[in-house]
Each structure stands twice: as C-alpha cells, then as structure tokens.
C-alpha cells in the first residue's frame, strides 16, 4: 500500500501535498466497522451510522477556525444514519487549515493517512466521497474539491471565504449555503463571489442563501445531505 506521500501513476509526479494532492483512494476490502465514533491514529474521528447495510458513502468534514474534530461531527452526524453515510473528521495541526495558515502541506498530509487509514477500514464505492466544511472548513473544503476532483465528487461548504486551489483535477458538483447577516464573512464578499466564479468555470453548483449569520441551521445541513445523497 502506498504511503501519504507516494503518488498514484495518474498523478503528475511535480503534484503532492505542498500542491493540495490528496493520494489515497477507495480499495476493495471487506473490512467493516461497528457503529460509533472512534479516533484514528491519523488524527482524526471516524463516525460509523447505524444501517441496516454497512454504509458505503464517505464525506471529510473539516471544522472552522479554532474548532475541533468532535464540532465538525456534531454538525451532521444527526443526518448520517438517513443517508448511510460515514463521517471523517480531521483535526487540523494549527487552529485553522495549512491553506490558510501557511500553505498546503501537514494537514493534507494528515488528512491523507485518515483517508488511508479510513479505506482499510471500511469499504468506500469510489464516486460516493464528499468533502465538507464551515467557515475557514468551507473554505478549505472547496479548495481541496477542486484540486482532488478526482476523489471528491461532492462538495458541501456552509459559509465560505474564500478558494486557492493550486491545481485542478475533476470536476465536482457543489453546494454553497450562506447566512445573508453573517458578520464573520460576509455574504457579499464571500459567496456571493465564489458561486459566479465556480460556475463560470462549468462547475454545478447548488446555492442557498438563508436569513441568519454565521452558522449550519438544522434544515440547511438536513437540506445538503438530501442534496448529497440524491444524487
């Protein structure tokens, strides 16, 4: 099995993790998980649903700026038992992503050997990996989604800044939801930004506009896990 770091033969070899690239990919196995939450050794939290059929739908949930892995969980594990979906939670290294921080790098890095680690746990279909996000999340979610298209055929950010992808694989479908009072990021110079830009590059994009500030209402999560997976 290949390390975090190596590349798969469909990676261009000057791509990694200083560029976003995320290497690991679902496998064949026929591991299974019991229903929970438990801590990987990658750092991060891996929440298993309760199905009638071993969830095969994976979405990375990446918190906001100074939270942690059990928030971004909270927000929509209520959803993952309806959707049989398992949830990774990454924990970043400083108190927000390396893309912000400082750039790509140890959080991809981290967050690769979860996803490894992940993989050889339970069995993922391929297609059905998502990567979601809140605030400086949303943010690092969008980036990563159009860097590794190739993986994340779903993107689910909740109240984005911004995007700096340095490469572009794929091609993701996206939904975007944004408080019209948020006073942390401002929908104007926000969202309202980013979703013009993604579809003008021929992304799909679902957008959704609520009255309220800064946060995941209840419906709006509810809304883009329906959203995920009805697809």
Partial sequence: MPTPEAAPAHTHPAEGARHG????RPALTTATAEPGTRRLTGQALLH?????????RLAVVLH??????????????????TAAALLL?????SSTWDMIASGYGPDVTRLNAALHETFTRTTVEPGRVAVAGFSDGASYAISLGVTNGDLFTAVLAF??????????????????????????????????????RLRKSEYPVTYEEFTGGHEIPAPTAADAMRWWTQE
Avoid: K
């Avoid at 906001?64 to 038992?81: F, H």
């Fill in 21 to 24: 690239r995320l290497t690991a």
């Fill in 48 to 56: 298993v649903p309760r199905t009638t059929r071993p969830p095969t």
């Fill in 89 to 93: 939670a990454p924990q970043s290294i």
């Fill in 159 to 196: 109240s984005p800044g911004f995007m700096a992808p340095l490469v572009r694989h794929g091609r993701p479908r996206f939904y975007i939801s944004h408080g019209t009072d948020d006073r942390v990021l401002p929908i104007e110079r926000c969202s309202r930004r980013l979703v013009p």
């Fill in 64 to 81: 906001g700026a100074g939270g942690t892995a059990g928030q971004a969980l909270n927000w929509l594990s209520p959803y993952a038992d």
